[in-house]
């Protein structure tokens, strides 16, 4: 493991859709930077595998499996943190879905109720219950993974962008809950980022290649973002080095929300 800026030696970090993408990034980064890390996802062999690597690399890490959407996951996910590492100082809502590209005029309940139960209930019970565990270590920091889709609209993808939307004003709300319990809560805004999520969509649609020449064109930096660039801005919530930010939207989206 690269031993960079140990910035969270001795924190404990859960990060959530840790087996892909932006969440195993995360991952990666909040352990190089010296925390124990608890990965978690609906994807166990995923996130058991990327544990062991952390742990022979010299990190602390276990993994567990975690639908967000259940609360007797969180219950039992954030136990594990408290009788495995002592107790919890940062929590990345992360797992989330794109949902399918789909209009509003065909859009039905059950497709809805998906996507807003993972990417909006998702972060609402990883705040009701790895609250009171962080508020137990005297304060720490959340960093719930919005989406540039949170700040801007896109045609086809209304839950999505409700979604992330939601979890924006949510984050808001946390935050002036918890900043008299010394609890830090931000949302982070990537804009489309090179994971299996964004891949997946493409391929969904009817000419993946052309969306995705669009899609670049919408960045005024010319390409995607990478997921290292996403876990440098979560690693930085998650540090002291950003003491005096609450409530904030870190957008990370190569110029697309500055148009
Ligand atoms: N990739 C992008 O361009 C982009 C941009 C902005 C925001 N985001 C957000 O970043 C987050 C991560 O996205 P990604 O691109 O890494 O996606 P990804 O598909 O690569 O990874 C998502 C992970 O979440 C897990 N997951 C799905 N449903 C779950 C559930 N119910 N409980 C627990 N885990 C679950 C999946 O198994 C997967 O490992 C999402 O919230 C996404 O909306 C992504």
Redesign the pocket.
Known sequence: MNHEGQTLNGKVALI?????????ASARKLAASGAAVLV????EA?VTALAAELASAGGSAIAAR????QAHDWERVIALAMDSFGGLDILVN?????GDNTDLMNLDLEQWHRVLS??LD?VFLGLRYAGPAIEKRGGGSVIN?????GKVGLAGAAP?CAS?GGVSLLTKSAALEWAPLKIRVNSI?????E????D?ALEKHEDGGAMRELLVAGHPLGR??Q?TEVANAVAFLASDESSFMTGSELVIDGGYTAQ
């Open positions: 959530t859709g840790a087996a892909s993408g932006l969440g195993e978690s996802d609906i994807n995923g975690h639908d967000v959407t992360n797992a989330g879905i794109a993972i990417n998702g993974v919005s989406s540039i889709l999505y992330k805004h990537p804009g489309f980022v994971t299996p999520l964004v997946q995607l973002g997921a």
